[in-house]
């Protein structure tokens, strides 16, 4: 765990040095908020996380490597691993953050580390690597499901390829049928924020794969280590590097781990080893950032952008009680056994629901240029949309601004 830099707090905004860093950069953006296109789209709908640029940007040269001509010719990276196209320094960091932050368990020599272009393929992966262990999957396609509100891109996934291996079967709360499944968990959950564990009743033949994407400090309580039998992460959502298209699994299951490093072998024979080595030095600058003998010019990442995520739901909340038009997901406070402290939940996206008349929410927002994604993606009601928080300052105060207006043209609409 990190020492005492990692403190957060609960029901006011962290007082730190990152804090006061993180408000003068904001009033410097509201100083020039009169210069902002008020007439442009804003796009909300993708989880495209810019926010992470003030950080990084802090960080400067400390996270450049650079490669010779010569290095890293070979496909391979060590031959005697299951996962033979892994960088080594990659492993090495990814099993340090994870015992820095205390969100996995991945101490045991028995778990298996895969790597892989982004949790998107690591997802196919682990499709094909649990469906294909089942002895009746040559009679029928494995059905695969989610407790609605799942995540928007989950059933075109998985009926992309058409496979027959498995197809998808919708909502995890409604599947009865026998025999074989395999349910996708996400916690916190895309697109509510919510922690989550397995729904299904039928435990006899299934298989869970946990989607761990959003489970750091920044947006949720650390509770405690994960410890599931299949754990997905990524880059993207950790440290806010998704063109790196870096993701990893946590596989107890030795033969699961081997099939999916087959399937990434055969789908894209490896990972960019530019890739993981720049992921491998950004997670190892991450882990660095927590300890109090690190470089005291630059802050904790996780209280530095758990701090700005605070800013930002503070701001939502106080437009949205504003307007009386939308409601917002309602989270407990939880003791993070990383920040030793009570702390906030504060998703990467906002689940909003429009009240009273309004009965398409996505295409009211649309209609002031601001697209979000509808409920109806996430098998749910139209009344809700997801609206990303990761993106640029600037298009966030456009869209507070937008919010806060909305309601009154709405009303006067109506009369």
């Known amino acids: 765990m990190?020492?005492?830099e990692a403190t957060f707090v609960a029901k006011h905004?962290?007082?730190?040095?990152?804090?006061?860093?993180?408000?003068?950069h904001t009033t410097q953006n509201a100083a020039t908020a009169q210069n902002l296109d008020y007439t442009k789209v804003i796009n909300l709908d993708h989880g495209d996380p810019a926010m992470y640029e003030s950080y990084w940007r802090k960080m400067g040269k400390s996270c450049a490597i650079t490669f010779a001509g010569d290095e890293r010719l070979s496909y391979f990276s060590h031959v005697k691993k299951v996962c033979w196209f892994m960088e080594p320094k990659l492993e090495e960091e990814i099993r340090r953050l994870h015992n820095v932050v205390g969100n996995a368990t991945v101490d045991n020599h028995d778990?298996?580390?895969?790597?892989?272009?982004?949790?998107s393929q690591l997802i196919q992966a682990a499709l094909y690597a649990l469906s294909s262990l089942h002895s009746d999957h040559h009679t029928r396609p494995?059905?695969?499901?989610s407790a609605a509100p799942y995540y928007s891109s989950y059933p075109e996934m998985i009926e992309f390829l058409q496979s027959r291996l498995y197809k998808w079967e919708g909502d995890?709360?409604?599947f009865e049928k026998d025999g074989a499944y395999i349910e996708l968990v996400t916690s916190p959950n895309n697109p509510d924020g919510v922690l989550r564990r397995s729904v299904v009743l039928n435990k006899g033949?299934?298989?869970?794969?946990?989607?761990?994407?959003y489970y750091w400090p920044q947006y949720t309580a650390i509770t405690s280590p994960a410890n599931h039998?299949?754990?997905?992460f990524t880059v993207s959502k950790c440290t806010g590097h998704a063109g790196s298209r870096i993701g990893w699994a946590i596989v107890k299951n030795k033969?699961?781990?081997?099939?999916?490093?087959?399937?990434?072998?055969?789908?894209?024979?490896?990972?960019?080893k530019e890739s993981q080595l720049r992921a491998a030095k950004i997670l190892g600058l991450v882990s660095d950032s927590c300890t109090t003998s690190f470089n005291p010019q630059f802050q904790n990442f996780f209280q530095y952008t758990h701090t700005l995520m605070y800013q930002r739901w503070q701001k939502l909340r106080q437009v949205v009680k504003a307007s009386h038009l939308f409601t917002l997901q309602k989270y407990p406070i939880q003791y993070c056994h990383f920040a030793r402290d009570f702390t906030e939940t504060l998703p990467a996206f906002a689940w909003m629901m429009c009240k009273g008349r309004e009965e398409d929410c996505e295409k009211l927002l649309r209609g002031h240029k601001i697209l979000t994604r509808s409920g109806t993606k996430f098998g749910a009601d139209p009344k809700f949309v997801r609206i990303s928080m990761l993106g640029n300052e600037d298009d966030f105060n456009i869209f507070l601004q937008r919010l806060s207006t909305l309601h009154h043209q709405t009303v006067t609409a109506y009369n």
């Open 13 to 24: 905004s962290p007082v730190s040095t990152t804090a006061n860093t993180i408000s003068h």
């Open 111 to 119: 778990d298996y580390i895969v790597v892989g272009n982004g949790s």
């Open 255 to 272: 033969e699961v781990a081997k099939k999916m490093t087959k399937f990434i072998e055969i789908s894209t024979i490896g990972v960019s």
């Open 172 to 174: 995890a709360r409604e």
């Open 205 to 213: 033949e299934g298989s869970v794969v946990h989607d761990l994407a």
């Open 2 to 4: 990190c020492g005492t």
């Open 142 to 145: 494995i059905s695969v499901v």
């Open 229 to 232: 039998p299949l754990m997905l």
